[in-house]
Every structure is written in C-alpha cells, then in structure tokens.
C-alpha cells in the first residue's frame, strides 16, 4: 500500500526536539574513533600514568587528577565540538536542519546537552577512576561551590571558541587546528601545568587564558583554595567569544 | 513570447499567482562583492509544480538558501506559506532536500529519518517511507557508504518526511539511474496530487517537461522567462529556448 503524502506539517515539542538532537549528536560523538581518544583514552591515560607514575616526575598526587579534569572539559567543550560542528557544516548537515521545525537554539541547546552529558561522564568517570587510584581531594563545601560554575563558564568560552572556528574555517582546517591549539592550550596554555612551574615573566600572561583560569580553579579546588579571579578572567572571555561566535558563525560553507 | 534578453522576465500568458506557495520580490543579494541575485522575482503556486531551470552558476541554490532562511537578501522579500524564510511557522511547513549531502557521514539512513520524523509533530512512519522509497535494503549502512543515488534517495525521504505543505528540491534526480529517476518523478507527481506545492531546480529539459506546471528560466541571478512548458515550447524545444536566454553556466 502506498503512503498517503496529504500534508499535515507540524512541528514537534521543542524539549522533544532539543533531546533528540542531542541524543543524535551523542550517537555521532561516540561513533568517532578520534573523539573517543580526545575524550576518554588520552585523560585516563594520563590519568592512570600521573598517579602511577608521576611521583618520579614531582607531579603532585592531589592537584594532578584535577588538571585531567579540566583537560577533559576542554576536549569535549573546545576540540570535539569545533570538529564535529566543522564537519556538519561541511557535510549540509547545518543547511539541511535550517529547513526543519530544529530553530537555531534548538540546535545550539541540543548540542549543549551532548557536550554538558559527555563533559559530566568524563568528570565522573575520572573522578570514580582518580579515587580507586589513590585520590583524596578534600575541599570545603563552599569551595565547591563557588567553584564549579566556574567549569560552566569555561565550557562556554571553550564552545564559543569551537563555534568560532568550525564557523569560519574549512573542516579540515579545523581538524588540524583544533588538535593543535587542544595541546597548546593543555602543555603551555596553564590547563595542565600548574602556573607556578611556569617562569615569572609569563605567568601574569597565562593567567589571562580561559585554559589557566579553569586549570588552577579546578587544582586550587582539588586543595580547598577558591581561586577567585578566575570568574573575571572567564566571565571576559565568554563575553567577547560569545559576541564573536555570533558574528563570524557560517552556516553553510 | 518574446525572444532575447531583458531585466523584466517575461510572464507569458501566466499571471503571477495571487496566494502563491513561495513568492519573492526583487530579491537582490552580493556575497563576496559578487552578485548572485539581481532583482530576482518569481512564484511557486501551492498544489503545483514549479520548476527553476538555469545554468550552472546562475544563482538556484542561493536562491533556495534564501528560501529557507540561511541567507537574508540585501533587498528584495521573500514569503513561504505566509510566513519569513527561516521563521518556526515556515520551517515546520516546508521540506528540503539539499543539493549537497545534508547528513553526517556515520549516520544511517534508518536513524537518520527516525531523527527527522522526531521533529514533526505528525511524520510518516520512517520504516514506510524507507520501504516506499525503496531505503529499507540500506538503512543500516553508514551514509558515507552509500552510492550517490542512494544518498539522494535518502535526501528526498528527508525532505518529505515532515509531511510538508510546500516542498523544496534541489536537483532532486542527480546521478540517479533511469528506474529510480522515473520513480522518484513518480513520487513528486503524487506530492503534487496530494495538494503539497514543489519547487525543483534542475538542469534536466526532459525533467522540467515531464514534471513542471510552471517553469521559471533563471539566469544571472534573474529571471528571465516563465510560462508553461506549453507556452515556452510554441516555437523551439525547451532546451533550444534554455540555449537562447541563458549564457554558459559558471562563466
């Protein structure tokens, strides 16, 4: 029997649309080999060799486990999202769902709810993998609470940043681009290495970058420090990403 | 009829439709310093066919972009069902199928309309349009494998998936073997019986001929002639007045 083509056009509950969306661009992320290594393989690698290991290397037991973390957020929040979003933009995927009832913040908030669902299983995951390794971080309550914000916002200037350069740049340009500012951004950027290792004259610099100000938050919180300037320094940083994001964006390519 | 180039397009005997599906009005829009549309007006009538040929290069896929919304003319309007380009109510009315692939390389076709249908509020059952359209024996396969007709055919089951009022198709039988060109011609005749409005660009003379109520002739980003096939073919075939008014694509 054929179909009865009869229009009947509508579109669905946006919370409907919104979950599926992200539930579609989980399925993609974990279907990436690539994406799996950003997420998941490199942070318990390094996780698993830091507290093995890194003894030998001076690395500290407590802090170290949270500069994975914030490693984590970064690959998920900046690499995966400004590749995958590359991609899509490359493949019409973007150009195809501007003609359904999937608005832009529908898009923009499905892929939110990918990247916060992969970005909170990292986290758990390295937290429950540090902890059977020895981890024992004991911040005050209140630490963590004026803490952890500070991974939403740098999420959000980290995405932000993707979006600027999946929306502007070709797909395998971002690729390589991506990887390489992910490594410039976690070896030199402040995001693994704590600030002190680094020499006088530059720590007053790294300390301006997103990736230093989630790093020592994070390692400050791991030691029940509340790193306080981070919320300037990251609340900045989302602004004028956040204002060049929707300036250069492209949705086609 | 009139031979030869001019601004204005010429209307034929068909006047412009008074509750047109689609309607735009001098669009005019530079991208990169170059203009791509210029002054561009034309309309799709609901329950019909509308078909917009031009060369390569001529402007039809910016056109469609503007059409749904990605790209916002310089000047000029544009109305779909009612409604702005882009907004919810257009985009929950009408259905597209791009010209280029439209669809993650690792998504299968099965997931991906199971995705699309979980957009619209009332959408064909995914497994019957597959089986419809002939999808069902490659649903599983990731997208990147299929062939380029078969990424086509996913692309048409996308576009109509939503159970849209007006109908988008961009190149819809390119790279399409004979049989399956015939019945996707097929299903976009049904469309139109079943009262949704189509809008098709192609290259393809014999395409426009078999299908269009209504053929608009672009080029240069304007149009140029419109009419019937029936009225545009009076005097030479559809391709010999396409060669007439239109220059060599990409030129």
Redesign the interface.
Known sequence: MSLDLTPRPGASDRRDRIAQHARIELAMLLRNGEQLLLAFVIPVGLLVGGMLFGDRFGLDRTTFPASVMALAVWSSSFTSLAINTAFERRYGVLERLAATPLTRGDLIAGKAQATITITAVQVLALTLLALALGWRPNPPPMVSLVTWPLVVLAAFAFACLGLVLAGRLEATVVLGLANLVYLVGAAGGGLVVPLSSYQDAVRPVLALLPTAALGEALRGWATGQFTWWAYPVLGAWCLVLLFVARKAFRWTS | MRLGRRRRPDFCETDPVPDASLKLDQVSLALGGRRILNELTFDAAPGLITALLGPNGCGKTTTI?CC????VPDSGSISILGFAP?S?DA??????M?Q????????RPG?LLR??A?????P?DPD??AA?LGITGFAKTPYRRLSGGQQQLV?LA?A?I????FV?LDEPTAGLDPHVRRSTWD?IR??R????GVLLTTHAMDEAEQLADHVWLMDAGRIVLGGTVAELTREASLEEVFLAHTKRGDA
């Open positions: 972009r749904t919304g990605l790209l882009g919810p985009a929950a009315r009408v259905g597209l791009p280029s692939t439209g669809a993650w390389s690792g998504v997931e995705y699309l979980s957009l619209y509020s009332h064909h019957a349009l419809e692309n996308g109509i939503g159970r849209p009022e988008v299903l049904r469309l019986d079943a009262g949704a």
